[in-house]
């Protein structure tokens, strides 16, 4: 009971250093201590409510869901472990519920793709020239290399943090340096009045 009290306490204190002093050695330690436990709580998700995505793409993910919404001020809103343990399972379980949404979604759409009349080659050029002002736009937001790894690897390859420190080991420390570049690189461009501009306009077209 006492050994157990120590483990919750030091477990407690390790989100305290991750989340509220913001410090990448603690998230490395709860990716490498939790991780586990996430994957495994992914592959009982996974059962009720299927998708494609493997089960450990799904366990960062929900990890990464964790980093970006946990601040310092909402930790105090954690009295224990267990409650920190909770949350994460919650982030995991949404996790899967949001990759099923997403593929269902993208059925859906190529479903329709396929209903529609095929597009003439003036809207392919212009829809193409489209997509590429707004990538364009959001490259001139990138200010280091590991953000422009990130950018291209991420959100045009769509590979996990996971897959990503597997390919730059020598750009990135940890899978939680992956998750900070991430967030600090979608803070940014979220509050691009510019980039909103342009994406607006290229929907109401």
């Known amino acids: 009971m006492y050994q157990q009290e120590l483990t919750d306490r030091d477990g407690y204190e390790l989100f305290r250093r991750a989340i509220v002093e913001r410090s990448d050695d603690a998230w490395r330690q709860i990716y490498a201590r939790y991780r586990p436990l996430l994957l495994a709580w992914a592959r009982q998700s996974h059962l009720r409510t299927p998708s ?27 009295a224990n472990l267990a409650a920190l343990m909770g949350y994460l399972r919650n982030c995991v379980v949404t996790t899967v519920i949001d990759a099923s949404r997403v593929e269902a979604s993208h059925e859906r759409i190529h479903q329709r793709m396929e209903a529609d009349p095929v597009a003439t080659p003036e809207q392919i050029v212009v829809r193409a020239a489209e997509r590429a002002a707004l990538w364009q736009m959001i490259c001139h937001k990138v200010t280091t290399e590991q953000e422009q790894i990130v950018l291209v690897e991420s959100f045009q390859l769509t590979l996990t943090p996971r897959q990503i420190l597997e390919r730059h080991a020598e750009h ?7 998750y900070n570049t991430k967030r600090n690189l979608l803070n940014r461009l979220m509050r691009c009045h510019e980039l909103q501009r342009l994406h607006e306009e290229l929907h109401a077209a």
């Open 52 to 78: 494609g995505e493997p089960a450990e793409d799904l366990a960062d993910w929900a990890l990464a869901r964790a980093w970006a919404a946990l601040s310092p001020s909402r930790f105090a809103q954690f």
């Open 172 to 178: 990135f420390e940890s899978v939680a340096a992956i």
